[in-house]
């Protein structure tokens, strides 16, 4: 599971559904004005887990269509349930919780009568459903309510696979204690960049890389998009997330072979539009 995958939506998402936990604990109506023997009492209902009908209909089936919701944006593969996938039943799921808990304001006590209202749980589990359903209808339709919900870290720029960094004391091209930088003036009696009584010798050339060759670099993907297995296979391995980075290991035409956070590799087939890091 790729939490980086989620986006703002999700997290309205997730929020409504600790909401409508919350609210399952808090009274579904309340009797007013009851008169016994000559007194007036108010009556609270129980918590909302004492009613069947209003936990099946909007706790159990909000909470199990965020969570559905959720799964299918933060999992690499949605897994589909006789041919469907998961991700719209979810947002099916929301929407009924929100219809079900809206019939409930009208009639909280299934036909109680005069002096019931309803109660602090299901005024809050309307609130709720309707921000999560509102929230995975809305979410990929609206680009503000798809901005990731974890922002990816700015990786530092990638040294090519063999390369070393330049200019540091042991590497290639830097300058060691007690020799002569290229391009001074010689020592009296020594040869230009040379030691004193030693013949000059011309430096090593340094191989040149073809101008066509791949350097590996990090790339993030704008929409959600398969990766397939090296061998050919049309089942993908993996599905990369925008908001992450992964890195781009080679080139096979127009495709690009590249290395997801867990080590494993397959074939990008579809590069349009990637944002190089």
């Keep these: 599971m790729n939490i980086r995958s989620l986006t703002r939506g999700d997290g309205v998402v997730i929020g409504a559904a600790v909401l409508l936990f919350i609210a399952s604990f808090l009274a579904l109506f309340s ?20 009613s069947g009908p209003f936990v099946f209909s909007v706790i159990l089936a909000g909470l199990f269509g965020a969570g559905l919701v959720v799964a299918s944006r933060a999992l690499p593969r949605v897994p589909k349930v006789a041919g469907l996938d998961l991700g719209p039943f979810g ?4 929407v009924f919780a929100a219809w079900s808990a809206l019939g ?15 109660g602090a749980g299901l ?58 930088s290229y391009g001074g003036q010689p020592q009296q009696g020594q040869a230009f960049g040379g030691q004193p009584g030693q013949p000059q010798q011309a430096p090593a050339p340094q191989p040149q890389l073809p101008a066509g060759d791949f350097s590996p670099f990090w790339f993030a ?18 599905e990369l997330a925008p908001g992450t980075w992964y890195l781009a290991v080679e080139q096979r035409g127009q495709h690009l072979v590249a290395q997801t956070q867990d080590g494993r590799r397959g074939v990008l087939q579809d590069s349009s539009g990637i944002q190089r890091g």
Excluded: C, H
């Design 31 to 50: 009797i007013d004005a009851v008169s016994v023997n000559g007194t007036k009492y108010s009556y609270a209902s129980p918590g909302i887990w004492s």
């Design 91 to 94: 947002v099916a799921l929301t």
């Design 104 to 118: 409930n304001l009208f009639d909280p006590a299934g036909g109680g009568g005069g002096g019931v209202s309803p």
């Design 123 to 180: 005024i809050l589990s309307l609130i709720a459903t309707l921000l999560m359903a509102g929230a995975a209808i809305a979410t990929p339709l609206v680009p503000a309510l798809q901005v990731a919900l974890v922002p990816a870290p700015q990786p530092a720029a990638p040294q090519p696979y063999g390369g070393q960094p330049q200019g540091g004391y042991g590497y290639p091209g830097a300058q060691q204690p007690g020799q002569p």
């Design 221 to 238: 993907v704008p929409v959600p998009r398969p990766l397939f297995s090296e061998d050919g296979s049309p089942t993908p391995i993996a």
